[in-house]
């Protein structure tokens, strides 16, 4: 099975750069993606990495290494429409596995 | 192009009623996912299907819910005689095939009261 392990909250002010971790257990996955959640919302799909390394999509990267069980979301140049909650999550065989989520305030 | 279409958004049901939520996936997809969450919490698995097909049914709880994507019309998520534990967000989602990304509608909130 597996089980995602990130933060539960982060908090920075406008402008600044904010990386959420997670660290996962798992017995075998496809890939390693990454949701934003705000309240009331829909997950919406941010990035994804198949393969080791780093993907970037415009302010949003995520990178992933899997000889560390460890992959990351950086946030840059963050914007108050940014506070919301964001999972990493393993896909296998369809499967979506999703971490417990980060919740990011984004302060004046 | 149409993202992901669930209805209806909102869903209140009495204890004991069925409740009914369908979703249409993404033009070109046929991999729907259905997931839930509580308040508070993630995302949890709950199944995985094609057209008329359940490939992976691991989180569905073992009674009164059940999945059907039938090869005309959307996909239906059943849930019957609810009780006031099954008050969640549900959320469907599409692919157009296996292991790529999952594009998510805008949930089914369900009231049991």
């Known amino acids: 099975g597996q089980s995602l392990e990130q933060p539960s909250e982060v908090t920075a002010v406008e402008g600044a750069i904010v990386q959420i971790n997670c660290t996962y257990q798992?017995?075998?996955?496809?890939?390693l993606s990454w949701y934003q959640q705000h309240d009331g919302g829909a997950p919406t799909f941010l990035s994804y990495n198949a393969l080791d390394g780093l993907e970037e999509t415009g302010r949003f990267s995520s990178f992933l290494s899997r000889s560390d069980s460890y992959g990351y979301l950086l946030l840059q140049e963050l914007q108050m429409k940014d506070s919301a909650s964001y999972f990493c999550a393993v896909i296998s065989w369809g499967k979506l596995q999703f971490g417990a989520g980060t919740q990011v305030v984004v302060t004046p | 192009n149409a993202g992901v279409m669930q209805n209806p958004r909102h869903l209140v049901r009495r204890r004991g009623q069925e409740a009914r939520l369908r979703c249409s996936p993404m033009?070109?997809?046929?991999?729907v996912y259905w997931y839930r969450q509580l308040p508070e919490e993630g995302l949890k698995f709950m199944v995985y299907?094609?057209?008329?097909?359940?490939?992976?049914e691991s989180g569905m709880p073992k009674e009164r819910f059940s999945a059907e994507f039938p090869k005309e019309g959307p996909s239906i998520l059943r849930i019957q005689q609810v009780v006031r534990g099954d008050s969640a967000a549900y959320f469907c989602?599409?692919?157009?095939?296996?292991?790529?990304?999952?594009?998510f509608g805008p949930g089914t909130r369900l009231l049991v009261l």
């Open positions: 299907l094609q057209k008329e097909n359940i490939i992976d």
């Open positions: 798992t017995s075998g996955f496809y890939g």
């Open positions: 033009k070109g997809h046929s991999h």
């Open positions: 989602a599409s692919s157009p095939a296996l292991e790529e990304t999952q594009y």
